[in-house]
């Protein structure tokens, strides 16, 4: 399974396209820790997440790796609740 990079530029595999990865929606988050996390390692961006006051870092924070497994589903859940707390207005028609 293929391990996304903590460097930015720095691919997982020659010629692939998770150089861009780190734009997913599943790769946000809100932290006052932007500065130390960036460039860290899964490791340490895990463990200063896990003291996060916001449960969807702490769902990071629980995950033992980040690949892309991990990413989709946080994309995924991402998607879902902005669905949900945004629903699209569709004017009626007369």
Same mark, same amino acid.
């Given at each position: 399974?293929?391990?996304? /990079?903590?460097? /930015? &530029?720095?691919?997982?595999?020659?010629?692939?396209?998770?150089?861009?990865? &780190?734009?997913? %929606? &599943?790769?946000?988050?809100?932290? &006052? #820790?932007?500065?130390?996390?960036?460039?860290? +390692?899964?490791?340490?961006?895990?463990?200063?997440?896990?003291?996060?006051? #916001? =449960? %969807?870092?702490? @769902? $990071?924070?629980?995950?033992?790796? @980040?690949?892309?497994? =991990? %990413?989709?589903?946080?994309? =995924? =859940? %991402?998607?879902?609740?902005? $669905? *949900?707390? @945004? /629903?699209? $207005?569709? +004017?009626? *028609?007369?």
């Amino acid at each position: 399974m293929k391990r996304y /990079p903590h460097v /930015p &530029g720095e691919c997982a595999t020659p010629n692939s396209n998770h150089c861009s990865d &780190g734009t997913r %929606l &599943g790769n946000l988050t809100l932290s &006052g #820790y932007n500065s130390e996390l960036s460039n860290s +390692p899964f490791e340490k961006k895990r463990t200063l997440l896990a003291n996060s006051n #916001y =449960e %969807l870092n702490k @769902w $990071i924070a629980e995950r033992s790796q @980040w690949t892309e497994t =991990e %990413l989709t589903s946080r994309s =995924e =859940e %991402l998607s879902n609740r902005a $669905i *949900v707390a @945004w /629903p699209r $207005i569709i +004017p009626s *028609v007369t």
